[in-house]
């Protein structure tokens, strides 16, 4: 019988330590079983559980995109039991990963539309994971204009500053990079939070829909500034975190009234939610 | 179906030789109260009780389970990789269990073993159970499987009914699992007109007994907001201690947690049942959590059964009405209760 | 005991209506034989659903943690003392409460009741004056109360509250002459292998609810260290390690502190004596220190004191 809490195992292939503060590194993984790859079979947006003998599971987002073959990658916050180990483990050593889990953004839905990305801090992962999706080649022409709003503490809290580089220079591609401060003098992008930047950068809501993934605090604060640019909110698209144990809807935990953010999330649209508790 | 009577011996001499071959559980008296056993030779079965303290839950879902071994010893090729723990999954049956505790297997069974996920563990434990139910002709005052679908004789989730006619067991096989145990039984003989005439008899009079009910007709069509923010949870919670007793008594609490053991350079990864009653259930890592008092947590408990279950599976509430919870909550928060304010509110 | 319930509800709808406090914390009927509701009223309207019987075994003190504002509450000989260790450990503030002392003669073991009648199903418990009357299907027995009083209460020398704004009627006498500790000396003279058979034994039922935990006044940390993940001091699992980790641990906690209320043995759904850990350090610290837990408001608990002159040699 099939066992859906059986992680797969990988070996560490790389880690890039992602922010100046070091608590933010990039695991890139590869399966010791090239069989389990092909199982492996995900969409921007889906998280999965990396699982490390011993100390245990977190669900992490999964931050390559399906178009990247031969690994996956994930950015991991140093939070907890299992992260702060994880930050301690090196390249060449073992571990699972279980997955992929919940939904992922709808992109049934975005096809045809203009794609609004906003995200903070460090939960620009999935977002990550759906630029590069979305700018290949055999994806790209599916969407109007993708323009990104991407917000940072300072300049050394922003995850996969090369990429954000490369991206500054596509033509298919509006970025609006911006740190809430910093007295770095050579700093060429925005200067302000998000929501303000939002505000600033995005003049219509037509025929677009908006990802938020951030903070509490951001997203928040986004909301109205969203709201006033005309996006119902059908189209506003949230990524939640809740604490997971089993991923699959069966252990309990996390709930939000009768969905499970592991899999009925974690990926709501505003409309959803505003149906649902408020208790996340 | 076959209907069979038993002397009360027969049947226990017939458990004992089917005992050898698979697992019975039956009710044992242990001091002030009755849980289920592992039958063997010297096993004194109550089949007067009225029901078992604890669920009978465990006997397919334990409190701990180990789910996953593995090495971290170092040069171990395989060190740190997570493997299948060893499961014994012999056919089993559980002898006695009330229909209310059956039931909520079926309440549980759309949990773990749905369309998209199978619990193998669950599932595969459950599989190999035989559920043979024993008719309440004493319920408790504080039985509600009547308003619950279920009744003091209910069948769901049974394989085979038996009925205490006196000096003896009617027992009725219901599935084709059910007759396969009455066929293992020595003994036994064709029940006549006279012993069915009883039962239907102990059925009635039983029915009678329960007093108790739990209004849930208008649950479904609430607003789930609206209840969520009613103005009677914190007076509900007040007086909640947070301890688990209702949840792990519950036959249809199902929530777990998972944690990995190491002990020297051997490991597992085990799941324990897990509380809503408990702070750490939500505890994200961040510090931030959802339901970090102790009103969002009894509100969680009682949404989770009255609502959010019934929303989901538009197939009753997760409740099997056994009232374990009313009898032993420490400071008697009674769901009886709470289920009416929420389906007048 | 019973004319106390009129008194009771009279006293918090005044303090209600007065606006002299803003709850008032007592005990309700409960829908169970034998299981009162502990609830917090805010309208006067309301105060006649309080009651006081024998049957009022959870410790109302535990609610008191860290509340605000001004609580009206009742409170027995132990109840009190708790209420006194939680204004020494700062867990609430005098000012904050009105006290209504009852003089208390001890509270019913449900299960004891249950057993003597052979754990029959009950309908009814009534109390009348110093017997229970009984009531299940087919049945009607009558039982001395003191003959299944809780077995705290049985050897409770403290039954008149320690501290109050209002007393419900005169003292009642204290118990005197009782051996509060022949269980546990009994246990002290078993031979380590037997202490540990003892030990396993009494906690292989637990389930690790944490029932007594939480109906322990005491039991007020933020984070239990059972609860604590970084480091994680016990494991999760019913194992006879683990759980006996936080028997022992939990007792060790309440030691110098425990007013043998009970609470904790009540509220145990699988009926492990917890209490028999607790009180051996009871037996300890009146032993080794002379001390017994929430007696006075002006004294400093034994263990988080020292003096320069203590009689202890050991600690000087």
Redesign the interface.
């Known amino acids: 019988m099939e066992n859906p809490y059986l992680p797969y195992p990988v070996r560490i292939d790389n880690i890039t330590v992602e922010t100046e503060d070091r608590n933010l590194k990039t695991f890139k993984f590869v399966f010791l079983n090239p069989e389990h790859e092909g199982r492996f079979k995900y969409t921007p947006g889906q998280f999965a559980e990396l699982s490390i003998a011993g100390k245990g599971e977190i669900p992490i987002g999964i931050a390559s995109a399906p178009t990247e073959k031969g690994f996956v990658c994930f950015t991991v916050n140093k939070v907890g039991l299992v992260s702060s180990h994880l930050h301690n483990m090196k390249v060449g050593d073992i571990m699972g990963i279980r997955g992929p889990l919940g939904n992922w953004y709808p992109w049934d839905q975005m096809e045809g539309k203009n794609v609004v990305i906003i995200g903070g801090g460090f939960a620009f992962t999935t977002l990550r994971s759906s630029i590069i999706y979305m700018l290949h080649p055999e994806n790209r022409p599916k969407f109007k204009e993708i323009t990104v709003v991407y917000g940072a503490r300072g300049p050394g809290m922003l995850l996969y500053k090369d990429e954000l580089a490369q991206w500054e220079q596509r033509k298919d591609i509006n970025m609006h990079i911006t740190v809430d401060s910093t007295n770095d003098s050579t700093w060429k992008y925005n200067v302000g939070f998000v929501p303000a930047i939002t505000e600033k950068k995005i003049t219509s809501a037509e025929n677009a829909i908006a990802i938020v993934c951030g903070p509490p605090i951001m997203i928040k604060f986004t909301q109205p500034v969203l709201e006033k640019l005309g996006f119902p909110p059908e189209r506003i698209i949230l990524s939640l975190e809740m604490r997971m144990k089993c991923g699959i809807g069966i252990c309990g935990r996390c709930n939000i009234g009768d969905k499970y953010v592991c899999k009925d999330g974690p990926v709501f649209s505003l409309a959803q939610l505003k149906t649902m508790p408020p208790e996340y | 179906m076959t209907t069979m009577l038993f002397s009360k011996d027969e049947w226990g001499q017939g458990l004992l030789a089917v005992g050898k071959s698979i697992k019975v559980f039956v009710p044992v008296k242990e001091g002030d109260f009755t849980a289920f056993q592992l039958l063997a030779e010297e096993t004194v079965p109550d089949w007067a009780y009225q029901n078992t303290r604890m669920s009978p839950k465990s006997i397919v879902y334990p409190q701990s389970e180990g789910m996953f071994k593995y090495s971290l010893e170092e040069g171990d090729p395989e060190a740190n990789i997570v493997k299948e723990a060893p499961k014994d999954y012999t056919l089993q049956a559980v002898v006695g269990i009330r229909p209310c505790d059956a039931h909520a297997f079926q309440i549980v069974k759309r949990n773990f073993d749905n369309e998209e996920f199978r619990d193998p563990w669950w599932v595969q434990r459950y599989e190999a159970t035989t559920f043979v139910g024993l008719g309440c002709n004493e319920p408790c005052a504080t039985c509600f499987c009547t308003s619950v679908g279920g009744g003091p004789f209910g069948k769901n989730g049974l394989d085979v009914i038996l009925h205490d006619v006196g000096s003896r067991f009617l027992a009725e096989g219901l599935t084709a699992k059910g007759e396969d145990f009455l066929a293992g039984l020595t003994g036994g003989q064709a029940a006549g007109e006279k012993e069915l005439g009883e039962a239907k008899d102990l059925e009635g009079w039983a029915g009678e007994k329960i007093t108790a009910g739990i209004s849930t007709d208008q649950l479904k069509n609430k607003v789930v907001t609206q209840l969520f923010n009613a103005p009677f949870w914190e007076d509900v919670a007040f007086s909640c201690i947070n301890c688990g007793t209702c949840t792990y008594l519950c036959p249809t609490c199902w929530c777990f947690d998972i944690q990995d053991e190491v002990f020297g350079k051997k490991g597992d990864r085990i799941r324990n049942w897990d509380s809503c009653m408990m702070p750490l259930f939500t505890l994200h890592g961040s510090g931030h959590n959802p339901r970090d008092k102790k009103t969002q947590r009894v509100r969680q408990r009682f949404m989770h059964k009255l609502k959010y279950y019934v929303d989901k599976y538009g197939n009753g509430i997760q409740c099997s009405g056994c009232g374990r919870c009313v009898r032993f909550c420490p400071v008697n928060i009674d769901i009886r209760q709470v289920a009416e304010l929420m389906n007048n509110y | 005991m019973l004319e106390y319930t009129k008194k009771i509800q009279e006293i918090a709808g005044r303090l209600l209506s007065e606006g002299k406090v803003e709850v008032f914390i007592g005990y309700a009927k409960?829908?169970?034989p034998m299981?009162?509701?502990?609830?917090?009223i805010r309208d006067s309207a309301k105060a006649e659903t309080l009651v006081w019987d024998s049957h009022c075994g959870?410790n109302l003190c535990?609610?008191l943690t860290k509340m605000k504002g001004k609580i009206g509450i009742v409170a027995n000989g132990c109840n009190s003392r708790n209420i006194v260790t939680h204004i020494l450990e700062n867990q609430i503030t005098r000012e904050q409460l009105y006290i209504v002392g009852i003089p208390c003669e001890g509270m019913v073991d449900h299960?004891a009741v249950?057993?003597a009648v052979g754990?029959r199903?009950?309908?009814e418990v009534i109390e009348e004056g110093d017997t229970l009357v009984v009531k299940g299907?087919g049945f009607r027995e009558i039982i001395k109360k003191t003959d299944v009083l809780q077995r705290n209460c049985a050897v409770c020398t403290h039954r008149n509250p320690v501290i109050y704004d209002e007393m419900l009627g005169p003292p009642v006498e204290e118990q005197t002459g009782v051996d509060q500790f022949k269980d546990v000396r009994m246990i002290e003279e078993m031979t380590p292998e037997k202490k540990w058979g003892f030990f396993t034994r009494t906690i292989a039922?637990c389930?690790r609810?944490?029932?007594c935990?939480?109906?322990c006044p005491l039991c007020y940390c933020p984070t239990c260290f059972v609860?604590e993940?970084?480091p994680?001091w016990v494991?999760?699992?019913?194992?006879p390690t683990d759980t006996m980790t936080f028997h022992i641990l939990r007792a060790y906690h309440c030691a110098g502190r425990c007013t043998d209320c009970g609470a904790c043995e009540?509220?145990c759904?699988?009926?492990i004596p917890v209490r028999q850990f607790t009180k051996k350090l009871n037996k300890d610290a009146l032993e080794f220190f002379s001390w017994e837990a929430g007696l006075a408001i002006d004294q400093r608990p034994a263990l988080d004191t020292y003096k320069p002159n203590d009689y202890n040699e050991f600690i000087r």
């Open positions: 409960g829908t169970v299981m009162n509701h502990p609830v917090v959870l535990n609610y299960r249950k057993r754990n199903e009950l309908e299907r039922k389930i609810c944490y029932a935990r939480n109906a609860d993940s970084r994680q494991g999760k699992s019913n194992d009540r509220v759904p699988v009926g």
